[in-house]
Nanobody, 125 residues
Framework: VQLQASGGGVVQAGESLRLSCAASGRTLRGVAVGWFRQAPGKEREFVAASSRTGSGTYFSDSVKGRFSLSRDNAKNTVYLQMNLLKPEDTAVYYC???????????????????WGPGTLVTVSS
């Protein structure tokens, strides 16, 4: 499966952005999709994930309550809605997918087999 993340940009603190992760090559039905980010000089970290069934969503503590996930199966796309953005959310955001990821492993980047190129989000104060 090929993944393409888009929707990044430059916003001010408190504003919103919606990132898209569009897949091609296979359906995202039955596939777990995760979002990770990497800020300059830092390691990649987990942001959010949608379970294989799509019924479970999981968020890191740093974004819980501000970010949300949704799937559009018709468009084979997963969206990351980011509200109340903070300067510390500045990073390159990556989407990833994997078909055999159990819930307890959704936060592990090593669990994902497919990755797309990132999209840069810059939040100014």
């Amino acid at each position: 499966v090929q993944l393409q993340a888009s929707g990044g940009g430059v916003v001010q603190a408190g504003e919103s952005l919606r990132l898209s992760c569009a897949a091609s090559g296979r359906t995202l039905r039955g596939v777990a999709v995760g979002w990770f980010r990497q800020a300059p000089g830092k390691e990649r970290e987990f942001v959010a994930a949608s379970s294989r069934t799509g019924s479970g969503t999981y968020f890191s503590d740093s974004v819980k309550g501000r970010f949300s996930l949704s799937r559009d199966n018709a468009k084979n796309t997963v969206y990351l809605q980011m509200n109340l953005l903070k300067p510390e959310d500045t990073a390159v955001y990556y989407c990833a997918a994997g078909s055999s990821i159990i819930t307890s492993s959704l936060e592990m980047d090593s669990a994902y087999a497919y990755w797309g190129p990132g999209t840069l989000v810059t939040v100014s104060s």
